[in-house]
């Protein structure tokens, strides 16, 4: 078991989410940055699906009440164990009655915390992971909460002492996005000012998106959009003009015309940026035909 | 019918003018089960959003796919009846019944009379937008939304009706309420209305 001293500003258990569900309104969510979870999971040796604890901005302790393999990847931050300093994406040894505590980032935002086994609470529809917006799995924790280890490992832990992972970006992002599906709503002008300008990442960010401001796109048609399915990375454009970008607790479906989205890969790059940090847009190529 | 990139792992079918029924035919066709690489169908008011594994099937040949997916026809498609008991005693009952000229009892009268489909779900989990809605009874949202409307909540919004699945802010006529459980989360399928499901509503006192 693992006792939650401090859960920092928010943290969350994160798993691979609810796949399929969508039709019934229940979103996909899970790990924001999926590339840090997976690689966490990797590293304790653990089954892709396990559940990982999801921080944004540091602040966790943690302490054990039995022996556990750990790692901690994701935005790298101060990471203490019983007052011994230890590495980000090398997996170490925590006792039983030892606390382990994360500092707040130096770049990104979101760091994730595996043990060998999975954080084993209970799941909801298949998954452990929290979907702050549609109010499924378990809560954000809070101090005193008790976290049971879970049995998700595959084979023995690999016999890796550090992952070479870059850092995350600190100053000016970038990311790919495949125009569409509905860039004919926007002036030729508003695409070429997205393709350009950059943007900033607001306060307001959170799991279901990172909202931006900057030069606001205009419209080319005026009218509403029925809702429509949405994807993480999708690009969204309400009226005031200024984008938001979907992240893992993104609404099923949503009303405002969505100018692009961010490629699978580059995704990310977006659930680490932190805010004030610097965005901007690069279109690639959407390699389809237009219509069948 | 326009197929539309939606990034890397997804492709936005747009039926155009075909609306709900090609969408719902469209779904159905697709649903039972599912073409191998297809993760996820989201069925909207005249989209079809379809996710796929890039590692399994390419968007091209998903694009082919889907445009030469025969759309189950209408009345095939329909899933089960359902029906929901109903107390007519909304907050906004009054106010829709003076608004339409049909009176409460009108309000009533209509909203029983007719048959409803899910068409799709999306504003939370277990959520359904319902068609069927009489013309008559077609209202805009409320201008200003309410910040709590109660579980089981019946309610009315342009063309459509639907049941709040729990309490959360909302901004459609409120006309009545029921205490189907509409979501539960160990019961499978954990939503009782789903694409397709056909319903009707009766009056309780």
């Keep these: ?292 | 019918m326009n197929i539309l990139r939606c990034g890397d792992q997804a492709l936005l079918v747009d039926v155009g003018d075909g609306g709900i029924d090609a969408v719902l035919g469209l779904y159905s066709a697709l649903s039972d089960p599912r073409p191998g690489g297809v993760t996820e169908l989201v069925p909207a008011a005249r989209t079809l959003l379809v996710r796929f594994d890039p590692a399994v099937i390419a968007a091209r040949d998903l694009a082919e796919l889907l445009a030469s997916t025969e759309p189950v026809p209408a009345p095939a498609m329909r899933g089960e009846m359902v029906e929901i008991p109903v107390h007519y005693d909304g907050a906004d009952l009054a106010e829709v019944g003076k608004h339409t000229g049909l009176g409460s009892d009108g309000v009533v009268e209509m909203h029983t009379a007719a048959e409803y489909t899910v068409a799709f779900g999306g504003f939370a989990p277990g959520f359904g937008y319902l068609t069927g809605l009489h013309p008559k009874l077609h209202l805009p949202r409320r201008s200003t939304p309410r910040t709590h409307v109660p579980a089981g909540a019946v309610a009315i919004a342009g063309e459509f009706t639907g049941i709040y699945p729990r309490s959360s802010p909302g901004g459609w006529q409120l006309v009545g309420r029921t205490e189907v459980p509409l979501w539960d989360p160990a019961r499978r399928p954990p939503a009782l209305l789903r694409p397709g499901t056909r319903i009707r509503f009766r009056e309780v006192r």
Aim: proline share 11%; net charge negative.
């Design chain 1, 1 to 292: 078991m693992i006792e939650v001293v401090r859960p920092g500003p928010l943290t969350t258990v994160q798993d691979l989410g609810r796949p399929g569900l969508a039709a019934l309104g229940v979103g996909r969510s899970g790990a924001a940055d999926r590339r840090s979870a997976a690689l966490a999971n990797r590293l304790v040796g653990n089954l892709d699906g396990a559940a990982v604890l999801e921080t944004t901005f540091g602040g966790l302790a943690l302490r054990f009440r039995q022996v556990a393999r750990v790692v901690v990847t994701g935005a790298p931050c101060p990471v203490r164990r019983g007052g011994r300093g230890e590495a980000m994406n090398a997996p170490f040894t925590v006792w039983p009655g030892e606390e382990l505590t994360l500092g707040a980032p130096s770049a990104g935002l979101r760091t994730y915390v595996a043990v060998r086994g999975g954080f084993g609470v209970d799941k909801v529809l298949e998954s452990r992971s929290t979907d702050l917006l549609a109010g499924l799995g378990p809560a954000a924790l809070n101090a005193g909460d008790v976290l049971p280890v879970g049995h998700d490992e595959c084979g023995p832990p690999p016999s890796v002492e550090v992952a070479p992972v870059p850092d995350p970006a600190a100053f000016e992002l970038t990311v790919r996005v495949m125009p569409g599906p509905r860039e004919d709503w926007f002036t030729p002008e508003a695409l070429r000012t997205f393709s350009t300008a950059t943007y900033e990442v607001t306060s307001e960010s959170n799991r279901v998106g990172v909202r931006l401001t900057g030069p606001p796109l205009t419209r080319s048609r005026e009218g509403e959009l029925l809702s429509e399915g949405m994807v993480p990375g999708a690009i969204q454009v309400p009226p005031s003009g200024l984008p938001l970008v979907f992240l893992a607790d993104h609404p099923v479906t949503g009303g405002y015309p969505v100018i692009g989205v961010v490629l699978t890969d580059d995704l990310p790059v977006m659930a680490q940026a932190r805010p004030g940090q610097t965005v901007s847009f690069r279109l690639v190529p959407a390699g389809l035909p237009a219509a069948a």
